[in-house]
């Protein structure tokens, strides 16, 4: 119920900024084209979240046949859960990593990468799909893949602003209230910033929450610290190509090679401390 009251006051926040921007820079026509675009937003937002992270990541489904090994292990995991077993794809890289996404345990999916099949062996996969499990469970799936959509959307419209502010606005809006380029130039610099505030906030807690559940589903918190040390370890070798905006979703931080600020905008708790904590027992 929380994760939907959040989800709700994330998509109406959206709409604020939608329409304010459309006023400001377009007047009534920027207003009714602002509108329209929050109306298909939102309503993406809500069905087709998961779909645009699953399409952005590249993952495709696999089949039983494909790889016996990872039903095995989801099937064996979801009864444990006891939730529906979500839909299986796998994502194209030889960097260990993966993660959940979906409306609710109806309608979830995981996805993990052909490099976490190569490098963990199966107590340590189950620990890995334990935790994404454990966010389907927890019922924070939606407002993750909403956030990945709102956090690209951000970052989209701060771009279209201001390039539409250096050649001259939208057209309809009023030239006295335009804030020029040096505005349009702020607006692409704090947009994408609001977009990671956004992912901070809620992506943190969660991992641990998550990282308890499947601890607790497994009962075997030795499986995910091992596979979290793996992950740390050869995803430094072979970094991740990821979009910021989907970052908060997988289960480590993808470690994006040129990525400034990594450790100050990380979406996830220090790798190290995840361990910790299963380790110690305090999770």
């Not at 901070?200 to 030795?222: C, K, V």
Request: charged content about 15%; some cysteine; hydrophobic content about 45%.
């Amino acid at each position: 119920m929380w994760n939907n009251f959040k989800t709700t006051i994330l998509l109406a926040c959206l709409t604020g900024v939608l329409l304010a921007i459309g006023d400001l820079w377009g007047g009534r026509q920027g207003l009714t084209i602002a509108l329209v675009f929050a109306a298909v937003m939102n309503l993406g937002s809500y069905f087709f979240s998961d779909k645009i992270a699953i399409a952005s990541s590249g993952a495709a489904p696999i089949s039983r046949d494909e790889n016996p090994r990872i039903y095995q292990i989801v099937e064996r995991l979801a009864a444990k859960a006891n939730i529906p077993v979500p839909k299986i794809y796998l994502i194209p890289t030889d960097s260990p990593n993966a993660f959940a996404t979906g409306r609710n345990p109806e309608h979830a999916s995981v996805a993990v990468t052909q490099g976490i099949l190569q490098l963990c062996n199966d107590e340590e996969i189950e620990g890995v799909l334990a935790h994404e499990l454990g966010h389907v469970r927890n019922r924070d799936i939606l407002i993750s893949a909403v956030v990945a959509t709102l956090a690209g959307a951000i970052t989209y419209i701060a771009n279209m602003v201001m390039w539409a502010e250096m050649f001259g606005g939208f057209g309809g809006g009023r030239d006295d209230e335009r804030g020029g380029v040096f505005s349009a130039l702020a607006m692409m610099i704090v947009a994408p910033l609001a977009a990671t505030l956004i992912q901070l906030a809620i992506s943190r807690s969660r991992e641990y929450q998550a990282d308890s559940t499947g601890a607790h589903i497994t009962g075997n918190p030795q499986g995910l610290a091992r596979a979290l040390e793996k992950i740390d370890q050869w995803s430094k070798r072979l970094p991740m190509q990821v979009s910021p905006a989907t970052a908060h979703l997988y289960c480590a931080q993808p470690l994006t090679s040129g990525q400034l600020f990594s450790s100050l905008f990380s979406t996830h708790p220090p790798i190290q401390k995840r361990i910790e904590r299963l380790l110690s027992g305090n999770y």
